[in-house]
């Protein structure tokens, strides 16, 4: 089946700090692959996406490359702010799906 | 506002009520989604409506029940839920199921079962 799976938070940094959270998938084919941020109280918003192999989403000073010999799609920032702070979702779409498959979220928390 | 609308924001609801959450987008997209959203736990699909025809069914507990009588419109009808049921209710529009060019989000309705 498909799945995705996300390192464990939450994440803590500090301002100006580098920014990896790990996305790991599994898909038949050759799925479309997202990123969505979800601020407190709000609704899911598209963040990046890469819809093939080697393509690199970005959005924000945000990165993700779609890298299908690991089957990752890590997202990076060179330098976060608080603002960032937010809880951060790995998703795709297979070539037959109808519809995202979640992973569970990372939590990142920024202090100034 | 992202172009999907979802009301009430907030319900609290004993186990012996009857409730519906009301999702709305006006974006021109086809499909609509409705998502369980738990602590510790992935986004969960509950069912999937492309052109008002319900075309997914996650295996969700008939005291869940959609309707879309439109593409713009979608419907959770709520009863008899138990307390695990309390979550946050996302909708979602797209221009197809699983296209893409991704999702659009309401803000959720957050459901409390006491």
């Known amino acids: 089946g498909n799945s995705v799976t996300q390192m464990e938070g939450p994440v803590t940094l500090s301002e100006e700090a580098f920014l990896t959270i790990n996305c790991t998938y599994t898909?038949?084919?050759?799925?479309?692959l997202f990123w969505y941020v979800q601020y407190p109280g709000e609704g899911l918003q598209l963040l990046l996406k890469?819809?093939?192999?080697?393509d690199k989403g970005s959005n924000k000073g945000f990165e993700a490359t779609y890298r299908k010999e690991t089957t990752s799609f890590h997202l990076e920032k060179g330098s976060v702010q608080v603002s960032d702070s937010a809880v951060y979702f790995c998703?795709?779409?297979?070539?037959?799906?109808?519809?995202?498959?979640f992973g569970k979220g990372t939590t990142l928390s920024v202090s100034s | 506002e992202t172009g999907v609308t979802q009301t009430p924001r907030h319900l609290v609801m004993g186990m012996t009520n009857k409730k519906s959450l009301k999702c709305e987008q006006h974006?021109?997209?086809?499909?609509m989604y409705w998502y369980k959203q738990s602590a510790k736990k992935p986004l969960e699909l509950m069912f999937v409506?492309?052109?008002?025809?319900?075309?997914e069914n996650n295996s969700v507990p008939s005291r869940f029940s959609p309707e879309c009588p439109n593409s713009s419109h979608l419907f959770l009808h709520l009863h008899t839920l138990q307390p695990e049921d309390s979550a946050l209710y996302l909708c979602?529009?797209?221009?197809?199921?699983?296209?893409?060019?991704?999702?659009?989000f309401g803000s959720g309705t957050r459901l409390t079962v006491v």
């Open positions: 974006l021109g997209h086809n499909a």
């Open positions: 998703a795709l779409v297979n070539q037959a799906g109808t519809a995202l498959i």
């Open positions: 890469a819809t093939k192999a080697d």
């Open positions: 979602a529009s797209s221009t197809r199921p699983g296209e893409n060019y991704g999702y659009t």
């Open positions: 898909a038949t084919g050759y799925p479309s």
């Open positions: 409506y492309n052109f008002k025809e319900q075309t």
